[in-house]
């Protein structure tokens, strides 16, 4: 079974991309199930065709302590997709972290943690111990950086690689940085910047998706690419990703970068 | 942001937040204190509070009601348990309810300003009381009496004292107060409050209208400053350690009060020398302090009262009788410490 996590700036199209990644594999023929780890709860939402699923957060703040069941939380989206959202509190209180910690805890106790590839879209910022959660303890082996171009989101995904580097050189850990997957907003060199970007941090550019109309249109029909418009170019390069991702064999222990250097790596590039 | 102190020897100094928080507020009648977190946290408490009392002689159920908080109020918040709580516990008709915080309470950063802020037609007093802070037993007290000092309001003064932040836990917490008002007895100035100790929620409005405060301790002195700052009563920053300690102490409530002492302390002193004169059994025996009586003054008052007896006090650590530790509140308090010293000496 392969586990995949996705990271990256908040707003940078990952529950997209995830939700197109775990369409794409599912058209492989393979059995997938996408966790959606953010309060938010929107991750699965294209594969369920615009259906906010129930969290596992909200069944747990429901019921207490009575029992829940794995098909009170599963939902099967697009083309069998297995969709699961952690869900969490309202925004400003409690603490969505340990939500997070509380459904990983769930899905291992029901056995929901199963299948070809697990695809664990994961909030923006690895802001506190609970959002690294997917990446201990065996759980997402292989991580992915979402980013574009914008220094922003190359700074956003050069702090995830102190994390993924910090988690990685534990003895136990089996999580490594995969690649980077370049979500472009079409701003010039971008893919050279994001590449250039990658190498630096000891991974490679593993795929680049340019900014295409389709996947608004996609999205306001309620869809993921693949689905909406599979002859699309964008949707051959979403299923080109799941080719990569389930191909490759590069996983690396980053070394990120300091801010000057990403800052005079983003300057030569405009 | 409080960082990890360093790793000295704490055990006097650490200790739970909350516990020295509750060591105050379940000393004031007829309130309950609220513990917003986890239920171990009060049970813990409960337990300590309750062994503490049976320690010293006295059967204690304190008022403490927990929240209860389970993982789902964490993920959460815990803001909707401390509502339902506080209105369980107001229809029990208090007098006041404390809400007293716990670690993993400010580390979601519930909002308990603003809960506590409804009406719930009693008052509601918050003492912030995260350990993890870096605070110890001592901030807790700190923080209780500090709330507390700020349900009142200032008032005129009248010729009083009062007793601030008493060791509600030591096993000779009356025995020491009891002494502290014998010495004040001789200059006829009275007590005003006892903050905290066994008093009413209503006594503590009458915090203003002392002339003087008496700390317990001179690790309060931050309360003692902020009292000063608040109602203008100056402090003396500790109860009478030892024998010059007591004769200083009489001439310093004396000076507040503008009263002349010297009668007074000439008595007190020819009470010092009788009550030494009981001990002349222990003349020219040795013996060294216990090197974990560490604190500058019990050893100072210490070494006076062996040297007026005649003890012959060896460096700590070497191979005699340890004495100790001790911190004789006033003349009485010096006669238990002898007492205690001729156990051992004759053993």
């Known amino acids: ?270 | 942001m409080s960082l990890k102190p360093l790793p000295i020897h704490t055990s006097r100094f650490g200790g739970c937040t909350l516990t020295g928080a509750l060591s105050v507020t379940t000393h004031v009648r007829n309130t309950a204190s609220v513990i917003h977190g986890p239920k171990g946290c009060t049970h813990h408490n409960f337990s300590l509070l309750h062994a503490t009392g049976l320690d010293n002689e006295t059967v204690t159920l304190p008022d403490l009601v927990s929240t209860a908080l389970c993982e789902s109020d964490i993920v959460f918040g815990g803001e909707g348990a401390l509502l339902r709580t506080l209105g369980s516990v107001a229809e029990s008709g208090p007098d006041a309810i404390f809400v007293l915080s716990t670690c993993i309470v400010d580390t979601i950063g519930d909002d308990v300003a603003a809960i506590c802020g409804r009406e719930f037609g009693v008052p509601v007093v918050i003492v912030p009381t995260a350990g993890f802070l870096g605070g110890t037993f001592q901030n807790g007290v700190a923080n209780a009496l500090r709330a507390l000092a700020d349900t009142a309001e200032p008032l005129p003064v009248q010729e009083s004292v009062n007793i601030i932040g008493e060791m509600n836990l030591e096993y000779e917490v009356e025995e020491n107060y009891a002494e502290v008002v014998r010495l004040l007895d001789m200059l006829g100035v009275s007590v005003n409050i006892r903050f905290v100790h066994d008093i009413g929620f209503d006594d503590i409005g009458m915090l203003g209208a002392a002339r003087l405060n008496i700390l317990r301790e001179p690790l309060l002195q931050t309360v003692g400053m902020y009292l000063e700052q608040r109602f203008g009563t100056p402090f003396i920053p500790s109860f009478p350690l030892g024998l010059s300690g007591t004769l200083s102490f009489v001439e310093a409530v004396a000076e507040t009060f503008g009263i002349d002492s010297s009668r007074a302390v000439e008595k007190e002193h020819l009470f010092q020398s009788d009550t030494l004169a009981g001990f002349s059994d222990l003349k020219g025996m040795v013996a060294s302090f216990d090197p974990a009586m560490g604190d500058l003054d019990s050893v100072h008052s210490s070494s006076e009262v062996a040297e007026a007896v005649r003890i012959h006090m060896r460096e700590p650590g070497t191979r005699c009788l340890p004495l100790g530790p001790g911190r004789p509140v006033g003349t009485a308090g010096v006669r238990r410490m002898l007492h205690r010293w001729r156990r051992q000496l004759h053993a």
């Open chain 1, 1 to 270: 079974m392969k586990q995949i996590a996705l990271y990256g700036k908040g707003g940078i199209g990952k529950s997209t991309t995830s939700a197109n990644l775990s369409a794409a594999l599912s058209g492989m023929g393979l059995d997938v199930l996408q966790i959606g780890c953010d309060p938010k709860r929107d991750s699965t939402r294209m594969l369920m065709h615009g259906n906010f699923i129930p969290t596992v957060m909200d069944l747990v703040r429901v019921r207490g302590e009575a029992p829940i069941t794995l098909s009170e939380i599963e939902f099967t989206g697009f083309n069998g997709v297995r969709c699961v959202e952690a869900g969490g509190p309202e925004p400003g209180v409690g603490c969505a972290g340990r939500g997070i910690i509380a459904t990983f805890q769930l899905l291992e106790k029901f056995g929901a943690l199963k299948g070809d590839v697990i695809v664990y879209d994961v909030l923006g910022d690895v802001v506190c111990g609970g959002f690294a959660m997917p990446m201990r303890e065996g759980y997402a082996q292989d991580v992915y950086l979402v980013t574009s171009g914008e220094l922003m989101s190359l700074y956003a995904a050069n702090n995830i690689c102190k994390a993924i580097q910090r988690l990685s050189s534990r003895t136990k850990s089996t999580c490594r940085l995969a690649g980077v997957i370049c979500n472009a907003r079409n701003q010039p060199n971008e893919e050279e910047l994001v590449a250039e970007f990658a190498k630096r941090v000891n991974s490679s550019l593993i795929q680049y998706i340019p900014r295409d109309r389709v996947v608004q249109l996609a999205e306001l029909n309620r869809k993921t690419v693949i689905e909406y418009e599979p002859a699309s170019a964008q949707a051959e390069c979403y299923r080109s990703l799941a080719m990569r991702v389930m191909e490759n064999t590069r996983f690396t222990i980053p070394s990120p970068l300091e801010i000057d250097e990403l800052e005079a790596l983003a300057y030569s590039y405009i």
